[in-house]
């Protein structure tokens, strides 16, 4: 073989696989909407939709990160918050509109989970497990903490009130109208931290992270990592805002396919399994289908040496889920059915308080 040919397969061979992800990443989407839609097997069908979720989140990540150059910043973290959780929002719609909500509730308790628990432990894992010490601003910390305690309180009144009724039967009316407080309380909340982070004390959160640097240095030096893996988004967007509104049309519309059979599939996986619906609901879908999220944070606080940047995404992104994704959601089953997001008998109702 000629030695200039020689040369050139690496480089052929690394374009056609990356051409090769982008083309899986555009058909298994539609592979699997496809195969629900032909009713296919249940678990091919599960197998395929929950697979898609993972190429489509960088499509929606980058997308929502180019429509927010440039705007106003409550919009952007609004923005950022509904359809940078778009698995969350999207299968608790399509469940509650199925008249499912428990797997609406088992999703949003997974997700939590998984962000406190497995991505947590692992950014820790990994971050230091060569280190003798790490360090991260402890009063920033605190707070988001002491928030994320006070919402979840909120999330376990109407649970107490259906799991430990008083000696007068609680009517349903009188919790869901709790649940419909609640979400508005949660809202009213997430309006207040906005204008906290975002105005009164936005300087606490664009503090820079404890460095071993000189003080002339470390702004600029957080500034470029911050960039990078704050919030655990993917690096800077290449598109424009006009391709970039397409494309975040496509991958939502994509997404909302699948996440519609995968719902749709649940109760036929379960029964192959031998499993039932929640347990697959609170693992396996927020785990695959914000698989590149939280692989983002992990990695990305050990290649930059910044676990608050890491410790900080985790918190937030558990803020964003239960302050407006799950009030979104109780708004949604207001408008379409009676649907309560106290915990069923079958999931313990403290775990979220445990993880914390």
Known sequence: MPEGLANLNPSIMAELRRNALKFSSVMLPLIGIAAGAMR???????????????????????????????????VNELLK????????????????AQKRPHISQSVILGSVLSNLLLVLGSTLFISGYDKKRLRFDRTLTTVLSSLMTVVFILLAIPTIMDVFPSAKNT??????????????????LLMTFLLFRLGTHAAMFASTPFSQNDANTRQSRHQHRQSQIIEAQLPRPYLGKNVAGLVLAAASGCTFGCTYYIVNSLAEVAGMTGSNESFLAVTIVPILGNFVKYHSIVTGSRSYSQIELGIRAIINSVLR????????????????????????????????????
């Open 171 to 188: 009517p349903t009316s009188q919790i869901l109208f709790t649940q419909r407080i609640t979400a508005v309380i949660l809202i009213a």
């Open 321 to 356: 889920v239960t302050m407006l994704i799950v009030p979104l959601l109780v708004l949604v089953g207001y408008a379409i059915i009676a649907f309560s997001f106290y915990v069923r008998p079958g999931v313990p109702a403290n775990v979220i308080f445990l993880s914390s």
């Open 40 to 74: 296919l097997n249940g678990a091919t069908v599960f197998t395929l939709n929950i697979l898609a979720l993972i190429p489509l989140g960088p499509w929606i990540s980058r997308s929502v990160d180019a429509l927010s150059v440039g705007g106003l910043r409550a």
């Open 81 to 96: 918050s509904t359809l940078g959780n778009s698995v969350e929002l999207m299968i608790g719609i399509n469940a509650i």
